[in-house]
């Protein structure tokens, strides 16, 4: 479960996030493309798909929900730390992610009854399941590249 610090609001309508299902519309949600959160109300009222703090284009279902917490668990507050960590680092240079995986890698190494089901471990996983998917993309784009090239060289050899 990904937690929120009670103290936090919403960028767009600056109301406090409503705590978990007494009005799930006010409840915060994370954007994963680009690590920002807002509630869902407001959410669903943009239409570009664009966040309105960054502008990076995201979709709806790539949202996650996010359940607001007592502060007073410095354990949660350090779970949500490094998640946060995570994914706004996620489009970083390499030694920033690298760092931060070091520090995940150590709260992971300390908190070994947190098990597979571990919000921390969960991040981890969708953004390498994103950043397989980035890797594929780019090389395919190569490929489509080379093809055209060839194709256009083949166009020439022909017309000469
Ligand atoms: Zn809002
Ligand atoms: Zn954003």
């Known amino acids: 479960m990904l937690v929120l610090d009670p103290s936090s609001c919403c960028d767009i309508c600056l109301d406090p ?16 493309s680009c690590g920002h959160i807002f509630c ?17 284009f995201f979709s709806l279902n790539n949202l996650q929900r996010l359940y607001v917490e007592q502060p007073e668990d410095p354990d949660r507050m350090k779970k949500y730390d490094l998640m946060r960590k995570l994914v706004l680092t996620c489009d970083s240079k390499e030694e920033d992610i690298v760092a931060v995986r070091e520090e995940v890698d150590v709260w992971l190494g300390s908190k070994v009854k947190e098990g597979k089901h571990c919000s921390v471990r969960k991040t981890v996983e969708i ?13 395919h784009k190569r490929e489509i590249k080379h093809l055209k090239r060839s194709a256009m060289r083949k166009e020439q050899e022909l017309l000469e």
């Open 17 to 32: 996030y409503d705590s978990n299902d007494s009005n799930p519309e006010g409840s915060p949600h994370l954007i994963i």
């Open 40 to 56: 869902k109300r407001c959410l669903s009222k943009i239409i570009s798909m664009e966040c309105p703090l960054c502008r990076k």
């Open 127 to 139: 953004l390498d399941r994103l950043q397989r998917v980035k890797d594929q993309k780019r090389r």
